[in-house]
């Protein structure tokens, strides 16, 4: 008998330049992820502009 196999992966990749901008003035300072973490194994981070990690979302 014959045996056949089949996998799929799928990739989403979100780049926003400058939209959190904690600084207190009121404007862009949280960012909502809980309708794209709905996704199974949605992970996200957020670095500042010196590529440091200032969040690291990761399913439990």
């Known amino acids: ?3 056949s196999c089949y ?6 990749t979100f780049f926003l330049s400058n939209n959190i901008t904690p ?3 009121g404007r ?3 960012i909502d992820f809980s309708e794209i ?3 199974e194994n949605f ?3 957020i670095v500042d502009n010196m590529e ?3 969040l690291k979302s990761q399913p439990p």
């Open 37 to 39: 973490s709905t996704y």
């Open 52 to 54: 440091r990690l200032y």
């Open 28 to 30: 862009n300072e949280v």
């Open 43 to 45: 992970e996200g981070n």
């Open 1 to 3: 008998m014959g045996a």
């Open 7 to 12: 996998s799929e992966t799928h990739y989403y």
């Open 23 to 25: 600084n207190g003035d």
